[in-house]
């Protein structure tokens, strides 16, 4: 029997649910939305990236919760919750983002930030616990469960970073929140581009540890790391990329358009 997930108040409280596998993005996306919300609705004293704080200074601002769901960096693919029906009264957000870039960003994180790994870049695709097998099979359950939600909109890293107005727009419109100005939505964008998400992180702008380096002198100890599309290429071998492609094209619905 799969073992309930603890949830917290807010959580249940929520309307609005993002939910990704990590390090597809949520950190930039919810520092966009929660720089709109803080202009929007004139907020002050606000911590952007709590996203479910926010609701609290004003009512019209929507209950979003923002989640990895299930933990699944932790777990074996046959270890996922495969039943999503506790989301059926929620509206969802599954953001994602091209698995190979995510198994390397993983990486990176539990070798930099959490130093739970010891292992090669090589080694850790091979591995069960939390690597690519995981997340293809992540990806997969979410794409079955996807109707089971009240309502739900599938958001990918890479249409976020090429076209930005766009996407957030259509989050925006998600949300309810139609009637925000094209100026807030470009000046949210400028203010999270990586430059300036670096220097933030550098300078702990938001004293939290969702948003600093572990080294600063080691630019892969950062969570705005590299900020690119594709950037998988620069630390794989060609046998390793032609490996990845091949479970992909095996195993990884085509829901989500990658490889297709």
């Known amino acids: 029997m799969e073992a309930k997930q603890l949830r917290l108040p807010a959580q249940n409280q929520a309307e609005f649910l993002i939910i990704s596998y990590p390090k597809c993005g949520r950190t930039w996306l919810r520092l966009m939305l929660g720089r709109v919300f803080q202009t929007h609705f004139g907020l002050t004293n606000a911590n952007l990236l709590e996203l479910h704080e926010l609701a609290q200074l004003n009512p019209n601002i929507p209950k979003i919760w923002v989640s990895h769901d299930d933990k699944p960096q932790w777990k074996k693919p046959d270890e996922l919750v495969t039943d999503k029906g506790e989301y059926q009264d929620k509206k969802v957000i599954l953001l994602v983002r091209d698995p190979r870039d995510v198994v390397v ?17 090589s080694d850790y695709l091979q591995e069960s616990l939390g ?3 995981t997340i293809l099979r992540f990806y997969n359950i979410w794409a ?14 890479e249409d976020l970073h090429d076209n930005s107005e766009g996407e957030l727009s259509r989050i925006l419109d998600f949300f309810g929140l139609s009637g925000v100005r094209k100026e807030t939505i470009i000046e949210a964008i400028e203010y999270t581009s ?6 933030m992180e ?9 948003l600093n380096p572990l080294d600063p002198q080691d630019p892969d100890s950062y969570k705005t ?23 992909m094209k095996e195993n990884l619905s085509d829901f989500y358009g990658y490889l297709t």
């Open 144 to 157: 079955d469960n996807r109707t089971i939600t009240q309502k739900f909109i599938l958001v990918r890293y």
């Open 194 to 199: 990586f430059e300036n998400m670096r220097k």
């Open 202 to 210: 550098l300078e702990n702008t938001f004293n939290s540890p969702r």
């Open 225 to 247: 790391r590299q900020g690119k599309v594709g950037s998988f290429s620069d630390y794989l071998s060609p046998a390793e990329i032609d490996y990845l492609n091949r479970k």
């Open 131 to 133: 690597s690519f097998d």
């Open 105 to 121: 960003s993983n990486y990176f994180q539990k070798t930099k930030r959490r130093k739970v790994y010891d292992g090669s870049l």
